[in-house]
Each structure stands twice: as C-alpha cells, then as structure tokens.
C-alpha cells in the first residue's frame, strides 16, 4: 500500500506540474513537455494498476497453496491421532508415522460395567457378601488407518511433502511432551509454501494476523507450547474440516 500510495501521490503531482505548465510555459514548449508528462502519468498509472493486479494475483494463488498444504496438515493430525490412541504419545518422524499408518491397526473398543464381588468390603463385613461395579473395555475389532484416513491411497506415503511451492519441500514434525501431557507441531514455513513470489509480498503474507486466513509465519497444526490440535487457519481453507 506504501508504493501504490507513492504512486498515486506521483501522478497527482505530475498533474498538478501539467495544469502550472500549461499556464506559465511559452506555448513553443507546451506541446513537448506536455507530451513528456503525459506519457509519464501513463507510465504510472500502468505501474500502479500492475502492483494492485499482481497483489490480486498473489492473493488468489497463496490461497490455492494453502489448501492444498492444511489438506495435508489434516491428514498428519488425523494420523497422530490415531497413532497415540495405539501408542499412547505422538510420532517425532515421518518415517515412524507413515509405517503405522501403513501397518498399524487401531482397536475398536466397546466400555460396558458390571458387577464383582469386592473381596475386601465383604471381609469387612464378616463375610456378607458386597459387590463393587467395575468398567471393562472389550476389543470388538480392529481398522486400518490406512483405510480409515486415506481410503485405501497410498497417498500417506508422501505425507512429509509439502507438495505445492518450493520443490522438494518437507514439513518439520516435532513431538514430546508439556506438563506430562503428549504433544506435536507440523509446520511449513510461509516462505516455502510461496515461493517463486515477489519477496514483500511474501513477507507482508508472513505478518498477518486476520483469523480469516493462515495467522503467523508458518502454516502449522498442533503446537509444542500449549495442548492444542488445531490449525492456524481460517475454516474457509480447508476441505477437511
């Protein structure tokens, strides 16, 4: 906004220089000088109407990005998940998680209550017998997360990659623990996720703070500084949720 501001505060002033011209210059020298302002107001204008057009552009495209990064982001949350129902923490690589989810089998589990006799209370009371109620948990069977998340694809193969901006590009997976409590993070940074953009457009990109979009430098779900699952984007990008 600072250049298309400058901008418009340039062409404004050229105006201004056109209109003093045609009252103070000798008319030999109008037309040329004329001309030469002229041209330079539309040379201007082009510049201003590109910044607002490329910034229009961006928008539209670091959106199309975004989606297809949280789709991903979802289904790395969705695999943890299902990985510490099993395991009881979280995965800190990608090699790790992908083979659970590969090969791994998460129970069906049903909880029912029943009654027992409680040993210690019937002692108590001299042998009259006294029952406690007990919650069992049955294994009813067992799924796939394979099957459960991806439906079969062996898109999970791939779930470390990125997959849109910088080739090659890998998210960073971290995993431990806060207060006792499991936790995981999975990040890209915005710049990779961008690139090939014009350098402010990314950096202005990587300071927003509208809950409407994706808030902060990275495109991440989870976090290692609180308990959280959650991803720090707005409904509206994704298709998942």
Do not use: H
């Not at 943890?80 to 998460?106: C, M, P, R, T």
């Not at 049955?138 to 079969?152: A, C, E, P, R, W």
């Amino acid at each position: 906004m600072t250049i298309i501001a400058a901008i418009v505060g340039i062409i404004l002033l050229t105006i201004l220089i056109v209109w003093l011209i045609d009252k103070f210059v000798p008319k030999k020298l109008k037309p040329i000088i004329n001309l030469v302002l002229w041209a330079l107001i539309i040379f201007l204008g082009y510049i201003t109407f590109m910044s607002v057009y490329k910034e229009i552009q961006f928008n539209q495209l670091k959106v199309e990005r975004y989606k297809v990064v949280i789709d991903r982001l979802v289904d790395i949350r969705d695999s943890q998940l299902a990985y510490k129902e099993v395991k009881g923490e979280y995965a800190g690589s990608f090699d790790k998680l992908i083979d659970f989810v590969g090969n791994g089998q998460v129970p069906i589990t049903q909880r029912r209550d029943t009654l027992v006799l409680d040993e210690e209370r019937t002692r108590a009371f001299g042998g009259v017998e006294t029952f406690k109620t007990i919650t069992l948990i049955d294994t009813l069977s067992f799924y796939t997360v394979k099957d459960s998340i991806f439906k079969g694809s062996d898109r999970y193969k791939t779930m470390d990659e990125v997959g849109v901006g910088k080739p090659g590009a890998k998210f960073e997976l971290k995993a431990g623990k806060l207060d006792d409590i499991p936790v995981f993070e999975a990040s890209v940074d915005k710049a990779v996720v961008l690139d090939g953009q014009e350098k402010y457009l990314i950096d202005k990109e990587k300071q927003a703070i509208s809950i409407a979009g994706v808030k902060g430098e990275s495109v991440k779900i989870g976090s290692m500084d609180e308990v959280s699952t959650s991803g720090n984007w707005g409904k509206d990008l994704s298709n998942k949720e």
